[in-house]
Every structure is written in C-alpha cells, then in structure tokens.
C-alpha cells in the first residue's frame, strides 16, 4: 500500500477468523429456515389433502361478520343515548364485512 497504512497481522488474522465463523452462521440460520419452511409447507399440503371440510365455514376458511352482519358498520349509542345514534366501524371485521372462521383458524379445513 502507498502512503496507507497497514492492518497490523494479529487483527487481520482475527478479521478474517470472525467473518469466518458469521458468514457460517449466517448461512446456517439461512439454510436452516428455508428447510423448515419447505417442510411446513409440505405437510401443510398433506394436511389440506386429507382432512374434510370445517363444518363452521364450510370449507372458505371465513364467514360474515355476525355483529354487523356483513354491513361494515354498527349503530352505536354513547349511554345509551336514543336521541344520538352514531354509524360506527364495525369493530369485529373492522370494516371488511367478513371475519376468519374461528373453528378452523381461516384455513376451511378442520
């Protein structure tokens, strides 16, 4: 090197020792969670294939909000107020009319 200076040897050797043994962990942890995955997903499929449909949703894995009934919006009364009834969102659905069916966690199978 011209007119630099030199990384003493002891903390090169060190360097290079520790992105050593990151880059090996870090493509371990890479590695490892692709496999995981790969075999979550394989026995997601396995499972989709052999179980029957949920009796609650009838296999779409949703269902229509019941406090709204599929309306996006409810009549809410502060204290019970008649005078002054207010249109709300629907707090359930949070306005998108459907809700994930609770027996099968919205994956329409059981």
Same mark, same amino acid.
């Given at each position: 090197?011209?007119?630099? =200076?030199? %990384?003493?040897?002891? &903390?090169? %050797? &060190?360097?290079?020792? #520790?992105? +050593? &043994? +990151? !880059?090996?962990l870090f493509s371990l942890s890479a590695v490892s969670s692709v496999t995981i995955r790969s075999l979550q997903? +394989?026995?997601? #499929?396995?499972?989709?294939?052999?179980?029957?449909?949920?009796? #609650?949703? =009838?296999?779409? !894995? +949703?269902?229509? $909000?019941? /406090? $709204?009934?599929? *309306?996006?919006?409810?009549?809410?009364?502060? @204290?019970?107020?008649? %005078? @002054? %009834?207010?249109?709300?969102?629907?707090?359930?659905?949070?306005? *998108?009319?459907?809700? #994930?069916? @609770?027996? $099968? /966690?919205g994956k329409g199978y059981a």
């Amino acid at each position: 090197m011209k007119g630099g =200076k030199r %990384i003493p040897e002891p &903390i090169s %050797i &060190i360097g290079r020792t #520790a992105l +050593f &043994i +990151f !880059g090996g962990l870090f493509s371990l942890s890479a590695v490892s969670s692709v496999t995981i995955r790969s075999l979550q997903y +394989f026995s997601e #499929a396995k499972r989709r294939k052999l179980a029957l449909p949920c009796k #609650a949703c =009838k296999g779409k !894995g +949703f269902y229509e $909000c019941k /406090l $709204c009934r599929g *309306n996006s919006t409810i009549e809410w009364s502060p @204290l019970y107020d008649p %005078i @002054l %009834i207010n249109q709300c969102l629907c707090p359930t659905c949070e306005g *998108n009319r459907t809700q #994930a069916c @609770l027996n $099968c /966690l919205g994956k329409g199978y059981a």
